[in-house]
């Protein structure tokens, strides 16, 4: 079956750096999305990645290995606003979606 | 990045009623369109799949007659609730697919749906 694995929920601090992982298994895959979604509102997009390596934008870094079924998405320079959750969702074959639950990430001062 | 937008934001209907929702591709042409519907505290799941001038694909366990969706032209695609219950009050999201990216989605704002 297809699966998307993050963990529930992590604490950071303000200022510092968190990394959230993200381990699938997917019919085929066509690449990697990484959605910010604060409470009540549509997720929206962060990153995508589809070949292996570290993809940077601004604060934020999202990494993938195809070998492991691997990605994570980094975050520098925490700040209160990030407090959201996190998706990760894989493309398969159908070039359809399979999301993971989501990682709460919560910013402490 | 391109814009999706999608209508209305929220909307109370009573119990029994049909509801339109309405998703539109602004600036590209997005030949397939998705509808997901998010419940409280879970995931985003895929409800169907749309593409332009054919029949949707509903996912597993949703009720096709009761979730009506349209994609008459490359930039609309309509989710209807008919006949609608407390228990479909949900966060419903759509998201298009550029055609010209390949494997992009663009996300619109999502609705809110209550039931009363």
């Known amino acids: 079956g297809q699966n998307i694995d993050q963990p529930t929920e992590m604490t950071a601090t303000e200022g510092a750096i968190v990394q959230i992982n993200c381990t699938y298994q997917t019919s085929g895959f066509n690449g990697l999305f990484w959605y910010q979604q604060h409470a009540g509102e549509a997720p929206t997009f962060l990153s995508y990645n589809v070949l292996d390596g570290l993809e940077e934008k601004g604060r934020f870094s999202s990494f993938l290995s195809r070998s492991k079924g691997y990605s994570y998405l980094l975050l520098k320079e925490l700040q209160m606003k990030d407090s959201a959750s996190y998706l990760c969702a894989a493309l398969d074959s159908n070039y359809q979606l399979i999301w993971g639950a989501g990682t709460k990430l919560i910013i402490k001062p | 990045g391109a814009v999706v937008s999608q209508h209305p934001s929220r909307v109370i209907c009573k119990s029994g009623t049909s509801v339109k929702i309405e998703c539109r591709s602004l600036d590209f042409q997005a030949t397939t369109m998705f509808w997901y519907r998010q419940f409280p505290k879970q995931s985003l799941m895929l409800m169907a799949t749309?593409?332009?001038?054919?029949?949707?694909?509903?996912e597993q366990g949703v009720e096709k007659d009761k979730f009506l969706i349209n994609h008459a032209s490359l930039t609309l695609s309509t989710l209807t609730v008919t006949s609608a219950h407390p228990e479909d009050s949900s966060f419903y999201i759509c998201s298009a697919r550029d055609t010209s990216k390949d494997t992009e989605a663009f996300f619109g704002q999502g609705t809110r749906l209550t039931v009363v």
């Open positions: 749309s593409n332009e001038g054919s029949k949707a694909t509903y």
